[in-house]
């Protein structure tokens, strides 16, 4: 496919390198051309420039853009979009009152995905996941990571990361996968937490690397999940095999683990709801990225991430959704990036920083996505005709999405 986009009203991130990341006072630098035109082969972006300066070439097919903006997907580092059937039995639970840790202690929560997605076929995995796939992409995310984590035993973590790579080679666009063994502790484990970490790191580890299955480690470093030696028994275990971790830490309690995490340097700590001001210092000492998750907040009812306290600190920021059946059952970025700026104050223009060339560090793609960029993959959104992009954020719940392009194919009809 060779077209040109023209006539665009406002064409954002455009950077001509693949850039930095972004932190403190440069997050609200989001580089613009207005009437502009955009051009894709093979998938690729080739050129842009101002309309000014265009010259018409008849052979090639261009696409009209008047009043609509354009910018590069979404990329959604943190998603366990992966599962098997739902949670909607805790959800009415949670209405009622109770709360995440009682449903879990109940024998809801991630033991409960996990039982449901043990007795789940490798098909059917596949066939519930593609729908969520597919639904994220027409959402405008053009590039995702996919953690394992609802499996807990050494076939069904393998499953779990066996469809994720499916989805990596059925879909044509970055897809990462990281393996989450360390996610809760099963039942027959009988709150031996040791004994699971051997299982996690000497059994399921050196299979998943075997079969080349996992980009990235993580672990649920949390009171009553693992603990601050089980978080570095799994960060070591991942440097031995090449595998940059991403931490899931301070969503309901600060106790170390992001010193921990900063102190081994690791590529990204997701959550981070409960920040101490220790915590950020430790951070300023590492390059490991934060990582913001607004719509677990907003479903668990738990306090958000304090962006403003980072940026403050001249640290970076990433958006993610976090999509899974228990915090966040929903992928939706545009959602994301209005409660960024609604609920966490942050502007317009460093939410889509956030979510797009920031969020390319976070999962290592950024010389593919993020970014409008001479060589990058044609990942884009179209919006409709709207007022200006901020307008985005601010339509919370709308969609203003007309179009969505995976490596220059269309993906809405
Ligand atoms: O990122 N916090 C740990 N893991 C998921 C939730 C898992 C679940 O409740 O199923 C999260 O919020
Ligand atoms: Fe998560």
Redesign the pocket.
């Known amino acids: 496919m060779n077209f040109i986009l023209v006539n665009i009203k406002e064409l954002l991130q455009v950077r001509t390198s693949a850039s930095k990341i972004l932190k403190g006072k440069a997050l609200q630098d989001l580089p613009t051309l207005k009437n502009a035109w955009l051009h894709i082969e093979n998938g690729i972006i080739v050129d842009y420039g101002e309309m000014k300066d265009f010259k018409i070439d008849s052979s090639i097919k261009s696409i009209d853009c008047t009043g609509k903006i354009v910018l590069p997907t979404w990329v959604d580092s943190?998603t366990?979009l992966v599962?098997a059937g739902n949670?909607e039995s805790e959800f009415v639970d949670k209405i009622k009152g109770l709360s995440?840790a009682e449903i879990?202690a109940k024998g809801g929560?991630?033991v409960?995905?996990a039982q449901q997605l043990q007795e789940t076929s490798e098909e059917e995995l596949y066939k519930q996941s593609k729908i969520r796939l597919q639904e994220v992409i027409a959402q405008g995310t053009g590039a995702v990571e996919i953690?394992s984590?609802?499996g807990l035993t050494t076939a069904a973590e393998m499953k779990m990361l066996r469809v994720a790579k499916k989805l990596q080679e059925d879909f044509d666009l970055p897809i990462k996968t990281t393996f989450?063994g360390a996610?809760?502790l099963p039942k027959k484990f009988n709150g031996n937490t040791k004994a699971y970490i051997d299982e996690v790191i000497n059994k399921m580890l050196p299979k998943v690397v075997n079969e080349n299955l996992a980009d990235f480690i993580d672990v649920?470093c949390?009171k009553g999940?693992f603990e601050l030696e089980d978080t570095e028994r799994i960060i070591k275990a991942g440097k031995k095999y090449n595998l940059p971790a991403k931490i899931?830490v301070n969503?309901f309690t600060s106790f170390g683990g992001l010193q921990l995490s900063a102190e081994e340097n690791v590529l990204s700590v997701?959550?981070l709801e409960v920040l101490t001001d220790e915590d950020i210092q430790h951070l300023k000492k590492s390059t490991t990225l934060p990582v913001a998750?607004p719509s677990?907040s907003f479903y668990?009812g738990i306090p958000y991430t304090p962006a403003r306290k980072l940026i403050e600190n001249d640290l970076p920021v990433v958006l993610a959704s976090?999509y899974?059946?228990?915090?966040?059952p929903s992928g939706n970025m545009n959602f994301v990036i209005s409660l960024a700026c609604i609920k966490m104050k942050m502007t317009p223009e460093e939410a889509i920083n956030a979510a797009t060339i920031n969020a390319a560090f976070a999962m290592q793609v950024e010389n593919e996505v993020g970014s409008i960029t001479k060589g990058k993959r044609a990942n884009i959104i179209v919006t409709q005709p709207i007022h200006s992009y901020a307008f985005l954020p601010y339509s919370f719940g709308s969609n203003h999405i007309e179009q969505v392009y995976i490596k220059g194919n269309p993906q809405i009809h």
């Open positions: 943190h366990h599962y949670r995440y879990a929560g991630i409960n995905s953690k984590g609802y989450l996610h809760a649920f949390e999940y899931h969503q997701d959550h998750l677990c668990l976090d899974n059946p228990g915090s966040t």
